[in-house]
Nanobody, 120 residues
Framework: QVQLVESGGGLVQAGGSLRLSCAVS????????MGWYRQGTGQARELVAH???????NYAAAVKGRFTISKDNAKNTVFMILNSLQPDDADHYYC??????????????WGQGTQVTVSS
């Protein structure tokens, strides 16, 4: 079983910061990449940030320079610091993990989501 549990969302005023975390549990898998999507009501999911096994980071243009993704391989956990939050950042954030499972290839798993609310 592979399961993602994320946390860290909440309410913050514009200009504030949050730290999201996403922990992967399970066995018989190898980490390939992890990241975060966000989705507002009635909108498609937007890839916010992504980090690969070798530590390469990618960010959506809208958050570049404000959000930082990092990982702790030993703990199978990814973190994302959300700085200088703006109302447009208020969305439901979903972490994902692309993992290799023996004899099954690469599969994507999703966290349950966490709400980020930004007040002006």
């Amino acid at each position: 079983q592979v399961q993602l549990v994320e946390s860290g969302g909440g309410l913050v005023q514009a200009g504030g910061s949050l730290r999201l975390s996403c922990a992967v549990s399970g066995s018989d898998f190898e980490f390939r990449s992890m990241g975060w999507y966000r989705q507002g009501t009635g909108q498609a999911r937007e890839l916010v940030a992504h980090i690969s096994r070798d530590g390469t980071e990618n960010y959506a243009a809208a958050v570049k320079g404000r959000f930082t993704i990092s990982k702790d391989n030993a703990k199978n956990t990814v973190f994302m610091i959300l700085n200088s939050l703006q109302p447009d950042d208020a969305d439901h954030y979903y972490c994902y993990a692309d993992v290799e499972i023996e004899w099954r290839g690469v599969h994507r798993f999703w966290g349950q989501g966490t709400q980020v609310t930004v007040s002006s």
